[in-house]
Structure formats: C-alpha cells, structure tokens
C-alpha cells in the first residue's frame, strides 16, 4: 500500500494536527504488512502559489519556458506523480481563519489539473482520481461542528468537497476541536481525536 502523508500547519512541534496525523500513518502501518510512505511538509517546503507565469507555461512551447517555468513544471509534475500513485492520503488541515493554510491550497492547486485529476463532460465535472481513501485530520481551536460553529467552517467540507471533485468519496474526518479553549477541553479533544484514530476502517 502506497500512502501519502502531508502536513501543512505551521505551527512545528507545537502542532494538534501533526501529532494526530503521524498516529494515523503510525496506525495504517501496524495494520498493513506493507506500506510505502510519501512525506510531504508543506509548511517548511512549500509549494509557491500558483502564479500567472507558471500556469502560463501551459499555453506555450516548452523550448520556451523560464527557468521557473521549468523548476515549477517539475514541483507540480512530483506533488501530481506523488497524489496519483497514493492508495491512502492523509492530510493535516488545520484550520486558519475559518479555511485550510495556505500551503494547503497550494498543494491543492497543483494536484487539481483538467485532464489528470478530472474533467468537464457535457453532463459536468468528472472525478478522475478513483479508488483511493483519504483521512482528513481538521483541527481547530473553537467548536466548529455546533450548529452556528458550522456556519464559520470553510475547512473540513471545502476539502472533501475538492477531494470528492477529483473522485475521492472515501473520506473520513478525524476531528480535534476546541484545542485552544483550555487545557482540558485540548486533552478531551486530543482523546476524542485518537479514540477514532484507533477505529479507523484503513
Ligand atoms: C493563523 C491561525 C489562524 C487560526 N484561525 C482559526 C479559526 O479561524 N478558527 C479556529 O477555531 N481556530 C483557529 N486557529 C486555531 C487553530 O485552528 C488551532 O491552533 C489548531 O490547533 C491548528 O492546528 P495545528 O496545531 O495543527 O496548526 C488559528 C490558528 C492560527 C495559527
């Protein structure tokens, strides 16, 4: 089993979905014999914002690409190999300001390409990437699953709305919220977070 593990909070060892998001990739390695792992850390390496000039590069003859035309071609063909060739994808979406990093939409916008990872019929958008699981680590510093907290999440249902688009419907979400609203709702959640973690179908 192939599976890739990405990480995009900011926030280094201090991070709620890092630790959560290394013991789903601990628990997907004791339950499979074989499991190859991709790493990707968006945070200290991260992908540059699409720009005009890089997806420029599509409209014109390779032998005419800038050097960063080139260096990027490269960064979106690896982060596009590395998401195609994954059986399992997990991925530590923190939430920052109500949505995901932006290290995150970054990555996002290099793995969702017409004609790779979907495409448009005459009856609409068709997922491309098929037969795959993901698992979607959301943290949070409030309480965003209440009724009115949900009205403020542009996070956990804009991914899998993305990941759904690109084909992806095998999604589950492991949640720690309210991480910053004191001690002990932090260490509820984080158990809470690592009870699911423990009965994930992976
Ligand atoms: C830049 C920034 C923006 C944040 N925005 C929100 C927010 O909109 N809503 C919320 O509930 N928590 C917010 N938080 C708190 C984080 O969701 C919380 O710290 C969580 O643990 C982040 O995950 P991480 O520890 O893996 O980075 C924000 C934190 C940071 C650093």
């Given amino acids: 089993m192939k599976l890739l593990h990405i990480d995009s909070s900011i926030l280094g060892a201090n991070s709620v979905s890092r630790e959560l998001t290394a013991a789903v990739a601990g628990a997907v390695?004791?339950?499979h014999a074989q499991v190859?792992?991709?790493?990707?850390?968006?945070?200290?390496?991260?992908l540059s914002h699409l720009s005009g000039e890089i997806i420029g590069a599509?409209?014109?003859p390779e032998a005419d690409w800038s050097a960063t035309q080139r260096s990027e071609a490269a960064n979106s063909a690896a982060a596009l190999e590395e998401f195609l060739n994954a059986d399992v994808l997990i991925i530590g979406a923190p939430m920052y300001n109500f949505s995901i990093p932006s290290q995150l939409k970054s990555w996002i916008d290099r793995v969702s390409v017409a004609?790779?990872?979907?495409k448009y019929t005459d009856?609409?958008?068709v997922g491309l990437v098929t037969g795959k699981k993901a698992v979607i680590v959301s943290s949070r510093g409030g309480v965003h699953s209440s009724e009115?907290?949900?009205l403020m999440d542009f996070q956990e249902d804009y991914l899998k709305s993305v990941l759904g688009f690109l084909g992806i419907t095998e999604v589950e979400i492991i949640r720690a919220e309210g991480v910053n609203m004191g001690e002990d709702n932090r260490a509820a959640a984080m158990a809470a977070a690592k009870a699911a973690i423990a009965k994930l179908a992976i």
């Fill in 29 to 31: 390695r004791e339950r």
């Fill in 36 to 46: 190859e792992t991709s790493y990707r850390d968006l945070a200290s390496q991260p």
């Fill in 58 to 60: 599509n409209f014109i």
């Fill in 115 to 118: 004609g790779r990872t979907f």
């Fill in 123 to 125: 009856k609409g958008a």
């Fill in 148 to 150: 009115q907290g949900k």
